[in-house]
């Protein structure tokens, strides 16, 4: 049944989006003077130094989101994350049209864009350049253009749909379970089960391995690193062994990537499949959740799961729980989950200013914004030890803190190494650097470690330069030793 409310409009969905982006934008402003880089964002913005088709752990899309956005921003810590404020917007819309091609209900496409967009995982993540932001615009442009394929069966949308599926092949290797929710729901969908043999579908799968092509040829004549990062530093599944515990943890930080309301509507939903399957676009929805939380759940049993780790099934949820409810007449449990998420979004933008008012001591374990400081008074440090001793180069052994310094320090990229003496392949530093290029050089050592004996032997001298100490809270002070490292000797 088509509803036409005035007031659920998309122009109405547009301002509101724009407001809120203008908020989020001053708040990405006013940040860039208090935290500092996440590890991960400084990494990523080490590979956007040079074009490629593929890095160390991930995908290209993530690399070139940054190129884009530090050419037109400045290569700034605004510059850096801005391109997520863009993509999330037009994320927003393929929901909204996604929602009008399911139900066409204009209620219902409206709620479910707004629902969305205030998601506390998209609070945090318009802040944040991750590989997140591209992989969910494409996995929602992709399942947008697969139900309007199902429908017209044009080639202008399988196409689309194919396009869509390659760009999120270069954000996330997880887009592969797009095919299988695809293939599961059309298998048990009589309306369109006739697809399976349609050569547009698989015209539109070739069309998207081509556009990723790129990447596995990188990947081919790099070892397959990524593939091998993501089986064995992110899955981590070494034997039957079963973690509930980890399995719970993950269960409930949903609860907080989704909203407590959402999810717990979620839960209660997801188990009705006789009843949603009644209804198309019900049905669709469910096969584009469960086969991906499924397969997150098993992980975390069987080792860990980040809590972004279902990211893209909140497409779909997010579609299925505000049609669900609307359908229901339960609108104010709508309102107040989507009251909740803001309240949640704001207080997270505003935590320190909330916590000073209300004199209150965040400690490290209390602080979600623990790991954004103190790096950039580390760089400064440590820049003006290497500007006083020329001709050195920056040694690290870590991959996060190299990160942080190579941006903050704002050294070239090739004037840093990672030590290696395993000659191993856990991160992008130890893929590009080899110290055995640098036999007989000298180097500026940082680092958190306090062993750093079998490290130190391998130069023929090596003097400490100084204890750097930066006290972050009552119960944690970062601390790092910087050591004028001479004529290295190699690894044997």
Sequence with gaps: MHKSRSFYTLSTLLGIVFAVTLYRYYMLTQAAGVIDLYADEAYYWGWAHHFDFGYYSKPPMVAWLIMLGTSLFGDTFVGIKIMSLFVY???????????????????????????????????????????????????????????????????????????AGGGGLLSKYTMIIFVVSAFIYLALSPRYRAHLKNPKLYGAMGLAALIYSPNLWWNYTHEFVSFKHTSRDNAHITGLHFHVGKMLEFLGSQFGVFGPILFGWLLAILPRYRTLRQDEGFKLLWWFIVPMFALIVTVSLLSRAFANWSAPMYVASTLLVVAWLLRRHYRRWLYAAIAVNILFGVAFYHLHDITRALGIELTKKTDPYRRVLGWKKLGEEVGKILKAHPGARLLSDDRKEMAELIFYTRISPENAVKWNPRHTLRDHYELTTDMQDHIGEDFIFVTSHRNVAGILERFEKAEKIETITIPLYKDYTMVFDVYYLKHFKGYR
């Design 89 to 163: 917007i037009f994320t927003t819309l393929n929901i909204y049209f996604l929602a009008k091609e399911l139900f066409d209900d204009d209620e219902i496409a409206f709620f479910s864009a707004l629902a969305f967009f205030t998601l506390p995982a998209v609070w945090l993540s318009s802040l944040i350049i991750s590989t997140d932001v591209p992989f969910l615009f494409f996995w929602s442009l992709a399942m947008l253009f697969f139900v309007k394929a199902l429908k017209s069966d044009s080639w202008r949308d399988w196409i689309v749909t194919g396009i």
